[in-house]
């Protein structure tokens, strides 16, 4: 695949960023011409990795989350959202729809989600290192 | 304010707008969770995402803990006016089974 272009940006692990965040990616990504649903399953999949990052990964504290978001020539955005913090012990079993490690009012949808509204979906953890979940859409509209 | 509240007939409705992510939605838990205590006598609550822009997966941890509430206090809730994408979400969840889910009409 050949990268045309990239976006990498870091913030504070707040939940005030988490519309900021998805709102940028989408910005980002939109040079691939893509349709308003194509562009909403963008911010639903970047809403949930970020939050993720600040509701498990760095809980009761506020450490850095980092997003690439690289646009390919064939039609791709790949979206990577990485933090350093607690890292999931059991991956499989945080994907299980419906399972939340904190009850209240999570849905324990997140990687289900993510899952629904993209075309691959990797997640790479290491507890207490940190986890890179990387999200593959391809755009169907026209490409650049 | 996020979501305005109005009451007719023995129904609450809470009339959502803007964005439900995991950093607006203790705020709309609230004023809804205020209401479901203090209308004693409602049995119903619908919550209207006609206003809702967006929505992840904490628009169903919203619903969810929200009708947990309102059936603890004898009372049903009902969605309505979910776009194709929000219904798509909250299906995942399974709540179809628990209380009644509308898309917005055509």
Known sequence: MKKINELKMVFDSRSVNESFSRMAVA??????????????????VVSEAVTNCIVHAYRNTIGKIYITCAVFEEGIVRVRVRDKGCGIADVEKAMEPLYTSLGGDRSGLGFSVMESFSDKLTVRSKPGVGTTVTIDKKIKGKVL | MPVTIKTKQNTIYAYLKGEIDHHTAPELRNTIDDAIIMNETSQMLVLDFSGVTFMDSSGVGLVMGRYRLASSKGKKLRVDNLSERDYKIMKMSGIEKLAQINKVKE
């Open chain 1, 27 to 44: 910005a980002f990504a939109s040079q691939l011409d893509m349709t308003v649903e194509e562009m909403g399953d963008i911010k639903t």
